[in-house]
C-alpha cells in the first residue's frame, strides 16, 4: 500500500530537531522516476476511486479520524519535536486534522449539484460535480499535518487520489500521518492501493508535481516566491492551483477595545508558534491615544513569557525552525533599525543544545516601511499608529499580502466597516479575536500575494472537483436555445 518510505541510502536526508539540533532521522530521497511512477499508481487509484459512492468515502475518512483520536497525543509529540511548535499547539494541530476528517465524513453526504431553470419546454439544465482526477499537495514546515489535511481529507471524499509532498524539514511527521492514514485504508477495506502516497524530497518533486498535466489539480502552502513558481508552472499546463502563500497579518486596536483581552489576543498571535504561523500576527496598527499603554503591557507581557523545549508544558515560545530563521530574523530587525524602528527583544536566548531561541520582538515604527511591507517567518511584531480610522484601514490593505487581520474594537460601526467591501482586504477578517487559530469549518485563504486559494471548509470542496453542465431533452422536438432557427 503506498509508496514504501526509502531507507538511507544514496542521497539522504538528515533531519535535526528544532529544539537543539540533533539528528532525528536519515532517509533517502526519493527520486523523479519514483515520483512518475507515484503519478501513474494514482491515477490508477483514482479510476477505482471515484466509482465508490461519496458517502462510502467518507467511511474511510471517519475511520482515520477515530485513529487520530486513538494516536493524538504520540503524533503531536513528533509534530512537536519536529517542527517545535509547544505541546499544546501541536496537540491543536492534531486536533484540526481530527476536526478536518470529521467535516469531510458529513461532507461526503452533502456533495451537491443544482438544477436549473431552463428556458427549453420539456428539458433539465443540471450542474453536477466529478472528482478532478490526482490531487497534488505541496506543504511547509509550520503546519506539518494539519494543512495536508485539509486538502486531502477532502480532496478523498470527492473521490480523488493524492499525492503529497511534505516540507524536507518535516517528513517524520508525514510519514507517521500516512502510516496511519494506510491502517485506516487496511480497516476499511475497500479503497484502491496507493490512494494515498506520500513523496519525501526536495524542490524538484514539487515541480515535477507542478509540471504533470497527471496532477490536474495542485494546492502549495509555503512562500511567496514558492507559491509563484508553482503557479507559472502550473499554469502552463493549464491545471488548477491553490495557492496558500505569505501573510502579513495586521491587528488594529481601536480607541474602545478591551484592552485585556486585545492584550491576550495580540500576545498569542503575535508570540504563538514562534511567530512561524502564516497567520502570525506581524503588525499592530495602534490608535495613537492608546499606543504607549499597549506597548508598556506588551513589552511586560513578552518579557513574561517562557521561552524553552516546546516539550516542557510550561513553555509559550519554542525554538525557531532552523538558523537560516534566525539570521533573516536578526537581518529584519536590522534592517527595521535601518529604517527608523526601535527594535525591544529580538535577542536569542540561551537553551541546552542547539537551538535557536529567540525573544519575541517588538518594533516601534514611524512608517510602514519596506521592511514592515515584507513577511518575515519568526516573531517580529511591528507597532505603528493612527489617528482617523480610514487610516488605520489603508495601513492595514497597504501591504503585498492578504491573509489574516483583526480588529479590536467595542464599537459596530467600525466592527462592521473593518468587515465590509470597504473594509479589510484579507481572506480572513476577524473582530476581537486574533489573526491567528482560524477553525477548520470556514475557508481558509487570503488575496494578493497570499495566492488566492482556499481550503478547509466552506465549499472549498468545488477546488477538488470539476464541474460539468448537462442538459436533457425529454421532449419529442427539439428546440435550439435563443431561439435560434434551423430547419433542415
Ligand atoms: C499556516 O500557518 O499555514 O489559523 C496555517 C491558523 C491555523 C492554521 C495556520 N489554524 O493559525
Redesign the pocket.
Known amino acids: 500500500m503506498g509508496i514504501a518510505f526509502p531507507v538511507a541510502a544514496g542521497e539522504t536526508i538528515v533531519t535535526a530537531s528544532p529544539i537543539d539540533g540533533d539528528e532525528l532521522a536519515r532517509l533517502s530521497r526519493h527520486s523523479l522516476a519514483d515520483g512518475r511512477a507515484a503519478i501513474a499508481r494514482a491515477q490508477t487509484a483514482f479510476r477505482a476511486w471515484r466509482e465508490v459512492p461519496a458517502p462510502q468515502r467518507g467511511q474511510l475518512v471517519r475511520i482515520y479520524g477515530d485513529l487520530l483520536r486513538t494516536h493524538k497525543e504520540p503524533l503531536a509529540r513528533i509534530v512537536s519535536m519536529e517542527c517545535g511548535k509547544i505541546l499544546t499547539e501541536a496537540r491543536g494541530e492534531v486536533q ?1 486534522v481530527i476536526d478536518i476528517c470529521e467535516f469531510a465524513t458529513g461532507l461526503s453526504r452533502q456533495l451537491h449539484g443544482l438544477v436549473i431553470a431552463t428556458e427549453r419546454p420539456g428539458h433539465k439544465l443540471l450542474e453536477s460535480w466529478h472528482p478532478m482526477g490526482v490531487f497534488g499537495q505541496i506543504t ?1 514546515f ?2 506539518p499535518a ?2 495536508w489535511a485539509w486538502g486531502t481529507m477532502v480532496a478523498l471524499v470527492c473521490g480523488n487520489a493524492a499525492i503529497w509532498k511534505p516540507s524536507e524539514k518535516t517528513p517524520l511527521t508525514a510519514m507517521a500521518c500516512t502510516l496511519l492514514f494506510e491502517k485506516a485504508v487496511a480497516q476499511f477495506g475497500a479503497a484502491p492501493d496507493n490512494l494515498v502516497q506520500t513523496l519525501i524530497g526536495g524542490a524538484e518533486l514539487g515541480v515535477l508535481l507542478a509540471e504533470n498535466p497527471g496532477v490536474p489539480v495542485l494546492s502549495a ?1 509555503g512562500s511567496t516566491r514558492m507559491g509563484r513558481d508553482v503557479a507559472v508552472r502550473v499554469a502552463g499546463r493549464f491545471g488548477r492551483a491553490i495557492l ?1 502563500l505569505g501573510g502579513n497579518n495586521a491587528a488594529i486596536v481601536a480607541p474602545s477595545a478591551d484592552l485585556d483581552l486585545a492584550l491576550r489576543g495580540i500576545v498569542f498571535a503575535a508570540a504563538g508558534t514562534a511567530g512561524q ?3 502570525s500576527l506581524r503588525r499592530l496598527i495602534v490608535h495613537e491615544s492608546l499606543k504607549d499603554t499597549l506597548v508598556t503591557q506588551l513589552k511586560s507581557a513578552f518579557g513574561s513569557l517562557t521561552i524553552g523545549s516546546p516539550l516542557d508544558e510550561a513553555s509559550h515560545v519554542g525554538p525557531l525552525i532552523d538558523q537560516l530563521a534566525f539570521t533573516a530574523m536578526q537581518a529584519a530587525l536590522g534592517a527595521a533599525r535601518a529604517q527608523g524602528g526601535t527594535v525591544w527583544g529580538g535577542e536569542r536566548v540561551e537553551a541546552p543544545g542547539e537551538g535557536f531561541y529567540v525573544r519575541p520582538a517588538l518594533v516601534e515604527m514611524p512608517a510602514q516601511s519596506d521592511i514592515v511591507r515584507e513577511e518575515t517567518f519568526a516573531p517580529i511584531l511591528y507597532v505603528l499608529s493612527y489617528r482617523e480610522f480610514e487610516e488605520a484601514i489603508a495601513l492595514q490593505n497597504g501591504v503585498p499580502q492578504g491573509l ?1 487581520s483583526a480588529i479590536f474594537t467595542r464599537d459596530v460601526r467600525e466592527a462592521e466597516l473593518f468587515q465590509s467591501a470597504c473594509g479589510s482586504d484579507c481572506g480572513i477578517a476577524n473582530v476581537n479575536i486574533g489573526t ?5 469549518g470556514g475557508a ?1 485563504g487570503g488575496e494578493k500575494a497570499t495566492g488566492g486559494g482556499r481550503a478547509a471548509g466552506s465549499d472549498t470542496w468545488k477546488n477538488y472537483m470539476r464541474r460539468a453542465t448537462n442538459t436533457i431533452n425529454y421532449s419529442n422536438d427539439l428546440p435550439l436555445a435563443q431561439g435560434v432557427k434551423f430547419d433542415i
Open positions: 484540526e511547509a509550520n503546519f494539519a494543512v502552502t496558500e504561523r502564516c497567520t489574516s491567528s487559530g482560524a477553525e477548520i481558509f
